[in-house]
């Protein structure tokens, strides 16, 4: 069974990997800024700025890829998660420790000096997001897909009712990315960016003190760093292979019972998934080129396109 299992993944997600190759979503078309910013190269500013953060920060990287998830899981992906203000999403429970805010400031200032009025706070956040994980990737390549406008509507309510959390077991998670249109092999994948991921001991406490699927020896290793009383909350890698690389790491780690987070660990041993963590645990399925496809899929997710929305004129606030 397992065997048969494993073979199916492989299956389930090739199919993925042919839909998801498309040259286009909707509306969205890889290029859409080509010779529409005067004379900016639109996705160099940003690969620029990127780049630049990442010389001396590169826990951007999955500050970014965490930016990202939590706009297109609200809303869509329409930048919704950089309104300022009272009662936005920003201000939701989920969102508290969300970084990256001021590397997207500084690229829309940047571009709207170049072309006001064209580039979305949303497409700067597709292509940042992009441009961070090829910087711990080697050869890593997204044809992405641009073109998305800016919503003009925050609420807190919605992302705490929209973003899944870590505590879920893997059926709960899959059915929350369902109803965003993302299957239970997007689910594995997307949750893959754990890879370069972190928490804190806050949010793992109790699953420490309270385990009963993971290794011992590697339960012990994190008690040390996250005490059960402590006044510092410390950080905590989720992939205690090679975390700062994206790679198939992640998933071998879950196999081997060392899985941070419920979530995570549960995805090794629920059926829905156990087949597609054996595969991409093991190298049949390369991780890397079928993350880069469920995040084009994660950003097509609800956007806004055409006459819809508005292109921001600062990303803190909707134009008035």
């Known amino acids: 069974m397992a065997a048969t299992s494993g073979f199916a993944a492989v299956l389930a997600i090739a199919s993925l990997l042919c839909l998801t190759i498309a040259p286009t979503r909707?509306?969205?078309?890889?290029?859409?800024?080509?010779?529409?910013?005067?004379?900016?190269?639109?996705?160099?500013t940003v690969k620029s700025i990127v780049a630049a953060r990442f010389a001396r920060d590169r826990t951007i990287v999955p500050a970014l890829?965490?930016?990202?998830?939590?706009?297109?899981?609200?809303?869509?992906?329409?930048?919704?998660?950089?309104?300022?203000g009272s009662g936005t999403e920003k201000?939701?429970?989920?969102?508290?420790?969300?970084?990256?805010?001021?590397?997207?400031?500084?690229?829309k200032t940047q571009?709207?000096?170049?072309?006001?009025?064209?580039?979305?706070?949303?497409?700067?956040?597709?292509?940042?997001?992009?441009?961070?994980?090829?910087?711990?990737r080697k050869g890593f390549s997204v044809d992405l897909q641009t073109g998305r406008r800016d919503g003009n509507i925050s609420l807190?309510?919605?992302?705490?009712?929209?973003?899944?959390?870590?505590?879920?077991?893997?059926?709960?998670?899959?059915?929350a990315f369902r109803a965003k249109g993302l299957s239970a092999s997007y689910t594995v994948l997307l949750l893959g960016a754990h890879t370069v991921g972190i928490t804190h001991c806050s949010f793992i406490r109790n699953r420490l003190y309270n385990y009963n699927d993971m290794d011992p020896a590697f339960v012990a290793m994190l008690r040390k760093r996250c005490p059960q009383t402590s006044a510092v909350d410390n950080s905590v890698f989720l992939d205690n292979g090679t975390p700062s690389t994206v790679d198939n790491s992640y998933y071998k780690q879950l196999l081997a019972k060392r899985g941070v987070l419920k979530v995570d660990q549960n995805l090794a041993m629920d059926a829905a998934t156990n087949g597609t963590v054996k595969s991409l645990a093991s190298g049949s399925l390369s991780f890397?080129?079928?993350?880069?496809?469920?995040?084009?899929?994660?950003?097509?997710?609800?956007v806004l396109t055409g006459a819809q929305g508005q292109i921001r004129k600062s990303c803190r606030a909707v134009n008035k």
Do not use: W
């Open 156 to 175: 807190a309510s919605d992302a705490s009712k929209n973003l899944p959390g870590a505590s879920l077991n893997a059926s709960q998670a899959i059915a």
């Open 288 to 302: 890397p080129s079928l993350f880069g496809n469920a995040m084009v899929k994660m950003g097509s997710i609800q």
């Open 65 to 84: 890829l965490r930016l990202h998830f939590h706009d297109c899981f609200v809303r869509g992906c329409d930048a919704s998660i950089l309104i300022d």
């Open 111 to 136: 571009l709207e000096r170049a072309c006001p009025g064209v580039v979305s706070c949303a497409d700067i956040i597709a292509i940042a997001t992009r441009d961070a994980v090829v910087l711990v």
């Open 91 to 107: 201000t939701a429970p989920p969102n508290l420790s969300v970084r990256g805010y001021d590397l997207i400031d500084q690229a």
């Open 26 to 44: 909707g509306a969205l078309q890889v290029g859409f800024y080509k010779g529409k910013c005067n004379r900016t190269d639109v996705e160099g």
